[in-house]
């Protein structure tokens, strides 16, 4: 099966459920670009979102090829994000995006799990600097640019994690026994 994405705006629970899918045995990866702004914060020369979107998004496609490659090799993976995901931050900010972001977009499960921002679990922080709106923002952007890949956008229903991660279970047929 091709990598599974689980994305949507920030603030949704998407890294719980990744979390929570991994607890239950699946194989799974961490969100990328969180780990790059923790990671270029660091550094004195930093390439950061909010100050170099396109430099950023160069750094992302980069990692995010690599971990595609990466989950290609499990039989079922689930990502936290993914490379469409740079193509969506790209259209929010009215950037161009490179022919490159779309033709890395191609290579994922056709259903992609989007969890919408919760305003009870939103957190503005260093790495999510920005209010709840344009965490909504974001989450319409890239529901907007997935439905223009030609993804299925698939909305997890809020709920405990249990019922969010059964969800996506039963949406692909899947059972833990798929692990064997």
């Given amino acids: 099966m091709l990598p599974i994405i689980i994305t949507g705006g920030p603030g949704a629970g998407k890294t719980s459920i990744v979390n929570h899918l991994a607890a239950r045995g699946y194989a799974t ?22 100050h170099d979107l396109p430099g950023f998004a160069d750094l992302c496609l980069t990692h995010m ?20 995901d740079i193509c969506g931050y790209l259209a929010e900010a009215e950037l161009e995006i490179d022919a490159r972001y779309i033709e890395a977009s191609a290579g994922y499960h056709s259903q992609v799990f989007f969890c919408r921002p919760h305003k009870a679990i939103y957190v503005q922080d260093d ?3 920005y209010p709840f709106d344009g965490a909504l923002a974001i989450h319409d952007a ?12 698939v909305e997890v229903p809020w709920g405990t994690l249990e019922e969010r991660a059964a969800f996506i279970e039963s949406t692909l047929a899947l059972s833990t026994e798929t692990l064997s």
């Fill in 29 to 50: 990866f961490a969100e990328v670009s969180r780990t790059l702004i923790e990671q270029q914060a660091q550094l004195v020369d930093g390439i950061l979102p909010w």
């Fill in 65 to 84: 090829g690599e971990q595609k490659q990466q989950a290609a090799q499990h039989s079922v993976a689930f990502l936290d994000r993914a490379i469409p």
């Fill in 127 to 129: 790495v999510r600097p």
């Fill in 142 to 153: 890239l529901v907007a640019i997935y439905q223009k890949l030609g993804y299925q956008v």
